[in-house]
Antibody, heavy 123, light 107 residues
Framework: VQLLESGGGLVQPGGSLRLSCAAS????????MSWVRQAPGKGLKWVSG????????YYADSVKGRFTISRDNSKNTLYLQMNSLRAEDTAVYYCAKGILMVVNPDYYGMDVWGQGTTVTVSS | AIRITQSPSSLSASTGDRVTITCRAS??????LAWYQQKPGKAPKLLIYAASTLQSGVPSRFSGSGSGTDFTLTITCLQSEDFATYYC?????????FGPGTKVDIK
């Protein structure tokens, strides 16, 4: 079971980036997934999540309207489109697989994490 | 959003010690709480979910308890590899939120 993020980099304020998370080793389309970020020297902050089917999406207030989560279950890949980036979005971004919860599958702890991809927003 | 506090924010301990970390939520979570361990430069690792269920492969010296608003992570007989930062996370409602973390270092 593995998650591999890509797409991070240096971007100017107001710019855009799309992060990808390639999943392998599990049946991707039955698991909810999330993006979690960690600013330098800070704690973990949940950013966005999506149900296994892709029918439900959730966002932190700080990114709502700027970030869009999506998934392509045929490619076993999760995405995070980030627009109107700000300096405070600078962080390592992790994708994480939700534990399969029989009751309330959209509410989960996260049992597999990628290695993270670094996003730096700076002029 | 549900606010999560953790105490202490840091602690110093010795190998073999028993360590207890507390997580408190601003509203009831039932048992929708997870605990993670993170080492510098690494991704978090799930230790406990559903407040007290040990994740597969995690040593039995880790245990979780609590429900509602007050939760505890206990590490019995601290090992050298346990020096890390520990976070709790609620998944009772969106947005999911993490506690600020508890750093466990060597005394």
């Amino acid at each position: 079971v593995q998650l591999l993020e890509s797409g991070g980099g240096l971007v100017q304020p107001g710019g855009s980036l799309r992060l990808s998370c390639a999943a392998s080793g599990f049946t991707f389309n039955i698991y909810a997934m999330s993006w979690v970020r960690q600013a330098p020297g800070k704690g973990l902050k949940w950013v966005s999540g999506m149900s296994g089917s892709g029918g439900s999406t959730y966002y932190a207030d700080s990114v709502k309207g700027r970030f869009t989560i999506s998934r392509d279950n045929s490619k076993n890949t999760l995405y995070l489109q980030m627009n109107s980036l700000r300096a405070e979005d600078t962080a390592v971004y992790y994708c994480a697989k939700g534990i399969l919860m029989v009751v309330n599958p959209d509410y989960y702890g996260m049992d597999v994490w990628g290695q993270g991809t670094t996003v730096t927003v700076s002029s | 959003a549900i606010r999560i506090t953790q105490s202490p924010s840091s602690l110093s301990a010795s190998t073999g010690d028993r360590v207890t970390i507390t997580c408190r939520a601003s509203q009831g979570l039932s048992s929708y709480l997870a605990w993670y361990q993170q080492k510098p430069g690494k991704a978090p690792k799930l230790l406990i979910y559903a407040a007290s269920t040990l994740q597969s492969g995690v040593p039995s010296r880790f245990s979780g308890s609590g429900s509602g608003t007050d939760f505890t992570l206990t590490i019995t007989c601290l090992q050298s590899e346990d020096f890390a930062t520990y976070y709790c996370q609620q998944y009772y409602s969106y947005p999911f939120t993490f506690g600020p973390g508890t750093k466990v270092d060597i005394k």
